[in-house]
């Protein structure tokens, strides 16, 4: 099993953006001397819901700081972004660090970053797939063009190339697809990439997404040893304390007016009507179906999440007190007493 903290370098009420981001990089220092596995790095535009705006920006720093972990994008969006842009960003993360970095990349939403960066809502709403097979070429050709309905250029060299690292297998990085409709689950699976699953989901709606995916996986010609070995991930909230009661409290005291304000700030693009979830409801949903609570709560929640979905990879969001001093003793936590709990 293999767990890593989930950031988001999200702003609470009261706080600036400096110490969001301050927090956030401490969390991925601290996880890597607590023993996690990985650090993955949320992205968002114009919102305290998360003040990182480019995933892959902090993750360089984060390799820089560390020597064991890996760091990955939780996600990078690909809609607002070049697949090219992102693809040699990826190559140089890759090669640089001794391949710890991983890709996550999503669609994102409808928001007002798609006219900002002049994508538009096309970018969003049809051409996700196009934009996700341009950047695995990218990835795992030597020569690259384009002849799409979003992206048209003539062939050019790939430099560098992700496939010679130094030290290390030379496959390339690996690619994790964000998954929240079986639409996505299928163009993951047809592709052979492993996905990442909201924290909004539980271990029922997470089993049945996994089924799905190894069927079109094995429909579209994976082998079953392949389908096997996907690394899927599930994201989660993680908050250790000596009782049930004490943990779930620091979150609903905290996490509510974050989500309220960061949810509240998010603008579509076209005027379309958005549901908002209620903060205080969803606090207590995460709470019950994540590892928060005493460390053998949290491990037995964790062992059966995998024993349901066959899912062994976590990313667990660690700062949801908002407070900094809390949230390293989190991570410390999780490392000390709940790690050795899961072999």
Known sequence: MRVGTF????????????????????????????????VWLAEHHF??????????????LLLGRTRRIQVGTAVS????????ALGEQTALLHLTSGGRFVLGVGRGGPWVDLEVFGTGAAAYEKHFPESLDLLLRWLREPRVGADGERFSFREVPVVPRPDELIAGPGD??????????????????????????????GDEEKADMVALWRRHA?????????????????????????????????????MPGWLKQGLDAHVTVDGRHRA???PVAYTEL??????????????????ATAERTGITRFALLAEGSGDLAATEENVRRVGAEVLPLLG
Request: charge should be negative; charged fraction near 20%; glycine fraction near 10%.
């Open 7 to 38: 950031v988001l370098a999200a702003q609470f009420p009261g706080q600036g953006q400096g110490e969001a981001l301050h927090r956030a990089v401490r969390t991925a220092e601290v996880a890597e001397e607590a023993g996690l596995d990985a």
């Open 47 to 60: 919102v305290p819901y998360g003040v990182c705006p480019s995933a892959v920006t902090l993750a360089a």
């Open 77 to 84: 969006v690909l809609p607002t972004a070049h697949p090219v």
């Open 172 to 201: 390339g990085p690996e690619v994790v697809v964000a998954c929240t409709s079986p639409k996505s689950v299928r163009l993951a699976a047809e592709r052979g990439l492993p996905m990442l699953l909201g924290m909004h989901c």
């Open 218 to 254: 094995l429909a579209a010609g994976r082998s079953p040893d392949q389908v096997r070995a996907a690394g899927h991930v599930s994201a989660g909230v993680v908050q250790i304390a000596d009782r049930a009661d004490e943990a779930t409290e620091t979150l609903v005291k905290a």
């Open 276 to 278: 908002m979830r209620d």
């Open 286 to 303: 995460l709470c019950s179906l994540h590892p928060v609570g005493p460390p053998r709560l949290a491990g037995d929640r964790l062992a």
